[in-house]
Each structure stands twice: as C-alpha cells, then as structure tokens.
C-alpha cells in the first residue's frame, strides 16, 4: 500500500473508533440488547418495542450493530449476537451493560470542550456524582470486578496472611473473592461510606460477613490503621496525581506489618507510558487528575516507602491481562533490615 494512503487508513481508524463508541452506546441506551432477548425481531418489531418513529435511521444502527458483531441479520430479522447475549442482555451472567451506561455518562459529563480546557488550564474536570450518579458507577466497577476477582485472588498465594486492607474497596467484589479462595483471612475493606453501602450488600449476599470489616474512609487519608499482611490497591493510584499516589502507598506501607506485602493493580505503563494503550486512554478521556503510571515509577514509589522484592507478579494466561491488568508486589522490610 501507499506509505501515504497508510498514513490516512491509520487516521481513519482511530476517527472510526470515536464512531463506533456512539452506536454502541446508543444501543445500549435505546435498549436494543434487552429487545432482543427473546429472539429474533423485524425492523418494525424492534421500533415498536423501542418507541422509534425513524425507521431509516434504526436501520442505519441495526446494520452498523451487525457489522461490529453485536446483532446478527437473518434476511429480514435482526438477533443478539454471542458476544451481546453473553455481555448485554440484562441479568445475563456477564453483563457488561452497567460499564457501558457509565462510559456514556462520562462521555456526556466529560465534553470535549470541557477536556480541551482542562488541557490548557489544568482546571479540575470531575464533576461530584448525585448519589444515583454513585450507584451507577458502582455497578460499573462490579462488571470490571466480576470479570477479574477470583483470578487475583487465585494468582495471590495468601496462605499465611490473616488479615488483608482492601483500600480503595468499591462494591467489594475483591474482597468476596479473597475470603472465598482463603477461609481464614479476614479482609478490612477501606473506602467512602458510598461505596461500603453497596460492598455491604454484595457481602452479605455472598455469605462472607464473618470474614470482612467495614471501615468508612478516604483513600487520600494518612493513616489505614495498622497490623495487615497484605495491602491490597486496585485501580485506585490512577485516580490521583503522583504526589497524592505516593502518599497513598506510603500509607498503605506503614499499615504493613513487618514482612507484609503491598499489591497494587492498576494500568501499569511502559516506561514510555504509550503501552497498555487502555491506560492512558482513561487518563486523558475519564480521570484527567491523575494518571496512568509507569512501573518504574510504582517501583520507585515501593522502593522509598521501605518495600523491597518488588515484583510483578504474572497471571496464568499472560492474555488475561488485558482485562484483568498488571499487580506489582512490594515486601515490607523489617526495622533491623531498614536500618
């Protein structure tokens, strides 16, 4: 090919993504996945079922849908594809529908103007979320959870720790999944009383009450109490600037005990931060505050805090990492062995 026409192709399909984000996301919001649930339906069925007048322009997004796999066409019938019935159907057991709406909002909070004056001011762009606004984004962050929690907690060898801080805890889905693969351990979950409101739900609707401990806070408090084998971190660091990340995990390391462990899972960048590209993606589009970070810069942050044996630990299926993302590992060492 042309160097220039591949030059332009290149162009093309990063404008194309924008595009594709919004028919997802119209879908989604219409309800098409949920209209389809039941099976196959004809372009007039489908309008009927979705209150559309414009047929034209449902068919327009029913074709485009087909072409990005997520509905199928059989002549005059349109189904869910395998992809939409296993991740957007509602109730189906990986529903990935709750992400998706969340997406949309950001997008709709988050304008480009908005972005572009972020860009040249640094003004904050994070608008505070209604209290409906928090339960949506819980439940988006339980479909990114459910699809990740039991393999981080079987990729970790906890078998001698007793007691585990999940900083930053969220709907608690970590936390079910770490008392679940290890019956002994009991897990403090640490975060804003919003979101221990709906961990606690999810808790006792796993049957893990015994085993976990609610304590209302701020990741950016200085102190997360004290006596923990493992410190647990996940898609928290991201969310600040580094100045406030390297407080966090020095907070997280005076929580250690002697000999403990510290695990951040977060987007963890190459040193030139341009690999995973999904992690700087986020930076700029949802969390423009603070950042995806290098795992040079993690190591540097474990290393001045007193870790050491800093590792990142490899999942099973190294393909797995793209939706379950990087963990490094930091050990606490002992007072003697600082001094």
């Not at 879908?27 to 949920?34: D, H, P």
């Not at 069925?45 to 322009?57: P, S, T, V, Y």
């Not at 804003?192 to 709906?198: A, G, K, N, R, V």
């Not at 209302?216 to 928290?236: E, L, P």
Request: proline share 3%; aromatic share 6%.
């Amino acid at each position: 090919m042309d160097p220039l026409l591949r030059a332009v192709r290149h162009v093309e399909d990063i404008l194309a993504g924008e595009m594709r984000t919004r028919s997802l996301l119209n879908a989604q919001k219409l309800g098409v996945f949920a209209c389809l649930a039941e099976g196959g339906k004809s372009l007039e069925e489908i309008a009927g079922c979705l209150a559309i007048d414009n047929r034209a322009a449902l068919s327009k997004l029913m074709d485009t849908l087909a072409g990005l796999g997520l509905v199928r066409r059989k002549q005059d019938q349109y189904e869910n594809s395998l992809i939409a019935r296993r991740t957007l159907v509602p109730g189906c057991a990986g529903y990935f529908g709750h992400f998706v709406d969340f997406l949309g909002d950001q997008y709709a909070a988050k304008s480009r103007e908005g972005i572009l004056e972020n860009l040249r001011s640094g003004l904050p762009l994070r608008p505070e979320l209604t209290p409906a606004e928090w339960q949506a984004y819980m439940a988006a962050m339980e479909c990114i959870a459910r699809l990740s929690a039991d393999r981080i907690a079987r990729c970790l060898d906890l078998s001698s720790a007793r007691n585990l801080l999940d900083l930053g805890a969220g709907p608690g889905q970590y936390a079910i999944a770490f008392c679940q693969a290890w019956p002994k351990l009991i897990v403090t979950l640490y975060d804003l009383p919003q979101s221990l409101e709906t961990a606690e739900q999810n808790i006792a609707g796993a049957g893990v009450g015994r085993q976990t401990r609610l304590v209302a806070g701020s990741a950016t408090d200085t102190s997360f109490g004290g006596g923990f084998d493992v410190v647990f971190i996940s898609h928290t660091i991201h969310l600040f600037d580094p100045e406030a990340a390297g407080r966090m995990l020095l907070a997280a390391a005076s929580a250690l005990k002697e000999g403990g462990t510290l695990v951040v899972r977060d987007f963890i960048m190459n040193r030139s931060k341009t690999e995973p590209l999904l992690g700087s993606l986020i930076s700029l589009n949802m969390w423009l505050e603070g950042a995806a970070y290098s795992l040079d810069q993690i190591r540097s942050w474990m290393g001045s805090v007193g870790l050491s044996s800093i590792r990142r630990i490899r999942l099973s299926d190294p393909s797995e990492a793209q939706v379950v993302g990087a963990l490094v590992a930091g050990r606490k060492l002992s007072r003697k062995r600082r001094g």
